[in-house]
């Protein structure tokens, strides 16, 4: 973004550093309301825009910059919620948040970029695993903004009620109602773990293609959901049950090409699979993990999902 002068004089913005400054939170908050970090981008971006908009006076007027641009930023994604629940029903096959890869792997901001500007990077913890991320995606638009900028984010339910044009007691019920959603799909919070040793057996069995060992280490009722996006072959509905999945997962063994490699490496700040053919990434694999057993796996396929992976 390019930087604003003084008006008649040429210099510098005196209010640029505070302004910008607030882009790695705006990005943070943007990529947990919405599930992918282009959009997320896109609602940074346009909240930037509406700020340049203003007057040198109008800017002056805002004795908060960094709550107008929290406000502003939260409503563009409210607005972008109501018509992604709109695209998704026409989307092809099952919709998973866009992963995002640990520090070592990140390649840029799009699709083809060679760095990252580091106030794009999101803070890996655990409201942006991918199974955190899916409970969000079950929430109304305004529950999702209630719950993250309250629970996550700690806004008081008023400065929560003047972002979603409602009242702070009905703020205070859609938090309450997205809440009973996330401990409903995790219903021991400590039961939750990102134990590395269990995905790293899961990787070692599933080239071995043993399917005992796969079976142990699943759980009975696991599921396993992939996101092709009509761009990349994949199964379109959900695998349910550990003994399912075993035997589909030793038959990707069996089909998968020579040039796979299978990768451990970081999802969402969670130990997860890569699988990479001649250097490129092609499926990313995150992994809820509960006690012991691997209760869900999220394949990522659509290429438009994954380009912020490494490519070599």
Known sequence: ???????????????LDAVMSERRHLVNLAYRLLGS?????DAVQETYT????????QQEAIKSPGAWLTTVA??????VLGSARVRRETYVGEWIPEPLPGGAEWIGGRQGSASVDPADRVTLDESVSLAFLVVLESMTPAERVAFVLHDVF?????EVAEIVGRTPGACRQLASSARRRVRAARPSAGAASGRSDVVGAFKVAWEAKDIEALIGLLDPDATATADGGGLATTFLHPIVGGERIAHAWAELARRRPADTVLLERTVNGRPGLVAQQ????VTVFAFEVVGDRIRNIWVVRNPEKIGRWTTG
Not at 1 to 15: E, V
Not at 50 to 57: G, I
């Open 1 to 15: 973004m390019t930087t604003r002068s003084d008006p008649g004089h040429g210099h510098p913005d005196p209010g």
């Open 37 to 41: 970090l282009t959009e997320a981008e």
């Open 50 to 57: 509406r700020w340049y908009a203003m007057s040198r006076q």
């Open 74 to 79: 939260s409503r563009v994604c409210l607005t």
């Open 154 to 158: 700690c806004h008081s339910f008023a």
């Open 278 to 281: 001649d250097g490129v990434t």
